[in-house]
Every structure is written in structure tokens, then in C-alpha cells.
């Protein structure tokens, strides 16, 4: 009974030495925000909370009427830029929300679903981001999980 055991703990852990690591689908740090973009790496942090990591380009002057500010969630595959008034003041509780915009980044939640609903098949996906046939498809699911509960919550 002993060298059963034994024997397959020696297989057991042979056999997970070997296993190879399945390369995870990288958080994307450039952005395109329809005619402009967002570089992760290079923009300041402004706050994190439970929407994710604040990019803002904060007005310095009273005379700056406007601002950007770019969301990442922490999930970092999907980001939104919204546009601010900041006419009324300085003060984040003074701006005014002009516009918001998805943010698109290869392996975002954007990305594949417009790749995926434009025919790209789980396999094309897998290939274009560089993982296994499963992470891409878990991709596509959870892309269209977020799509559907903002569907139903917006309705």
C-alpha cells in the first residue's frame, strides 16, 4: 500500500513538472478612443476604485474648459474615455459629462467581439492573440457576458 502511494505521488508530480504554462491573454496598455488614444504606461494614475484605474488629464488653468478622463476597469480589457466640462470649476463635482466613448485594444472585450461578430472565428482569435483555443473562447464568452448584463441593465 505504501509504494502505491508513493508510486503515484512520483507520477503525480512528474506529470505536473512537465505540464506546459498556457500563456494568458496580456492586459493591454494602448487604447484607441475613436479619434484619439490612451497609453497606460505613459499617463498618470489619478485614483483607483471598484470601477478600476482613473487617467485623468486634470485642468491647470481656469481657462481649460475641458478634460479626459480614462477608465480601466481591473480587469484591463476594456477601458471607457469620457470628455468633461470643466467650465464651472476645477472641481471634480463641479465637471459636466460631455461624452464617453469604448475604448478598443487587441484582447479587449471591444476587440474581439467586433473580430468575432464579424466572422473571426474561436480559432482566428486564438491565433491573433496567442493562446490556446480555450482562452479565447472564454474570452468571447465573458465579452458577451459584459455586453448582455450592460443590454439588460440599460434597457
Not at 102 to 118: H, Q, T
Request: proline letters at 3%; glycine letters at 6%; a neutral charge.
Amino acid at each position: 500500500m505504501m509504494r502505491t502511494s508513493l508510486l503515484v505521488l512520483v507520477v503525480g508530480t512528474a506529470a505536473c513538472a512537465t505540464r506546459t504554462q498556457v500563456p494568458t491573454i496580456p492586459v493591454a496598455s494602448h487604447y484607441n478612443c475613436g479619434d484619439s488614444t490612451f497609453d497606460r504606461d505613459t499617463a498618470k494614475l489619478a485614483r483607483a476604485d471598484g470601477d478600476g484605474d482613473h487617467y485623468v488629464n486634470w485642468p491647470v488653468s481656469p481657462t481649460e474648459v475641458s478634460t479626459v478622463e480614462s477608465t480601466v476597469p481591473h480587469d484591463g480589457h476594456r477601458a471607457i474615455q469620457r470628455v468633461w466640462d470643466t467650465s464651472r470649476g476645477t472641481a471634480r463635482t463641479e465637471w459636466r459629462l460631455l461624452s464617453a466613448e469604448v475604448c478598443r485594444s487587441k484582447g479587449s472585450y471591444s476587440y474581439v467581439l467586433a473580430r468575432w461578430m464579424n466572422g473571426a472565428s474561436v480559432d482566428d482569435l486564438s491565433k491573433d492573440l496567442e493562446v490556446d483555443h480555450d482562452k479565447a473562447r472564454e474570452l468571447v464568452h465573458d465579452a458577451l457576458l459584459a455586453a448582455q448584463k450592460r443590454y439588460f441593465r440599460d434597457r
